[in-house]
């Protein structure tokens, strides 16, 4: 069974950056981060392919946030750097694991395992 847990969310101003981790055990071929704002759909934030590590970026966040990973034998680490965040990144964050092959980067459905989530406010 494959476990997700999140850490490092919290508040900070426009501009500011803050580094999302979740530590991963169990198998898994792709990593990635959601998110869901109050009233909002949950969306894709960030994708990568644990053997690649080959990304994929909501077009939000391109060139401001940075998705890695540190692995080990089924064990991961994997990271949501986010620089320059802005009001509208305020979200409750989850981390998401499969052991799929292929599929769509950012359908929730395609996603088997989920963190509890982390919370991060960017106040103007």
């Known amino acids: 069974q494959v476990q997700v847990v999140e850490s490092g969310g919290g508040s900070v101003q426009t501009g500011g950056s803050l580094k999302l981790s979740c530590a991963v055990s169990?198998?898994?071929?792709?990593l990635a981060w959601f998110r869901q704002a109050p009233g909002k759909d949950r969306e894709g934030v960030a994708r990568?392919?644990?053997?690649?590590?080959?990304?994929?970026?909501a077009d939000s966040v391109k060139g401001r946030f940075t998705i890695s990973q540190d692995r080990a034998k089924d064990r991961a680490t994997v990271f949501l750097q986010m620089n320059n965040l802005k009001p509208e990144d305020s979200a409750m964050y989850y981390c998401?694991?499969?052991?799929?092959?292929?599929?769509?980067?950012?359908?929730?459905?395609?996603?088997?395992?989920w963190g509890q989530g982390t919370q991060v406010t960017v106040s103007s």
């Open positions: 169990g198998y898994t071929t792709r």
């Open positions: 998401a694991a499969t052991a799929r092959l292929s599929g769509p980067s950012f359908k929730e459905s395609y996603w088997d395992y």
């Open positions: 990568i392919l644990t053997g690649s590590g080959s990304t994929v970026y």
